[in-house]
């Protein structure tokens, strides 16, 4: 059973870090491509990240460009997402999600698989 569990959530103050992280379980990277979504209040569900083990290759919304980054730790099956230079629209709740299309295509409907989520908050 695949399993993805989302921590490292927080309250930050503009301009300031959190790093995200990703538990996955009962899937191998091998295999799934894991990507970072968000949803702030009011909004769609919107892509932010996107890592493929597989295909070596990983990407970003526009609006995680240059702030962001996504990585993995292949032995502790685990992906992390670093945000810098955080902004208030930034704020939202954060899900990980995996998918076997492993092309790294931040469209939801790809992933079958969703962790919960955890609220990112900056405050200004």
């Known amino acids: 059973e695949v399993q993805l569990q989302a921590s490292g959530g927080g309250l930050v103050q503009v301009g300031g870090s959190l790093r995200l992280s990703c538990a996955a379980s009962g899937l191998t990277f091998d295999d799934y491509a894991i990507a970072w979504f968000r949803q702030a209040p009011g909004k769609e569900r919107e892509g932010v990240s996107c890592i493929s083990y597989s295909a070596s290759s990983s990407n970003y919304a526009d609006s995680a460009e240059g702030r962001f980054t996504i990585s993995l730790d292949n032995a502790k099956n685990m992906v992390y997402l670093q945000m810098n230079s955080l902004k208030p629209e930034d704020t939202a709740v954060y899900y990980c999600?995996?998918?076997?299309?492993?092309?790294?295509?931040?469209?939801?409907?790809?992933?079958?698989?969703w962790g919960q989520g955890t609220q990112v908050t900056v405050s200004s």
């Open positions: 999600a995996a998918s076997t299309w492993q092309q790294c295509m931040l469209h939801s409907q790809l992933f079958g698989f």
